[in-house]
């Protein structure tokens, strides 16, 4: 093989530093030479399969465990939004999704059943005031 040397001076009193990059790829085409092969470059496409997202609904559950937590059910529905994610960790998608829609079901009623006393906890007490009065 025949290796040549090229030596690259730089003016010693530029403002900005030597591209480095260039200067590699200038020495490695002086090195190598030009591209032997006239036909394109081919590239191969590999499909990966994603697995399948299931939503574990911890933060909802989180949510109604913190504010709405009417008759304990928020802390249930963290329960199973934890064994969810667990399942889904582990690697058992079937086992995740059936705890995900559970915790899913329950969130709603948690969260329905909680505005329904929130509001019965603010209308209740301005009716009997108004009924003093």
């Given amino acids: 093989m025949n290796h040549t040397v090229q030596t690259f001076f730089t ?6 530093p030597p591209n480095y ?17 006239p036909a ?10 994603s697995e399948t997202s299931v939503p574990d609904h911890v933060v909802w559950s989180l949510f ?3 504010f709405m937590n009417s008759c304990c059910l928020g802390f249930i529905v963290f329960a199973y939004s934890v064994n ?6 582990v690697g058992d998608l079937t086992g995740a999704q ?4 559970t ?3 329950l969130n709603i009623w948690a969260l ?9 906890l603010i209308i209740i007490p301005i009716l009997i005031l108004q009924a003093y009065q």
């Fill in 11 to 16: 003016p010693s009193r530029t403002d900005r």
């Fill in 21 to 37: 990059e260039m200067l590699k790829e200038e020495h490695e085409v002086a090195a190598l030479g030009a591209p032997h092969n």
């Fill in 40 to 49: 394109p470059p081919t590239s191969t496409v590999i499909h990966i399969r």
């Fill in 64 to 66: 109604n465990t913190l």
């Fill in 84 to 89: 969810s994610r667990d399942r889904k960790m």
């Fill in 98 to 101: 059936a705890y995900a829609s």
């Fill in 103 to 105: 915790a899913k079901c």
């Fill in 112 to 120: 329905i059943w909680g505005i329904i006393m929130t509001i019965l």
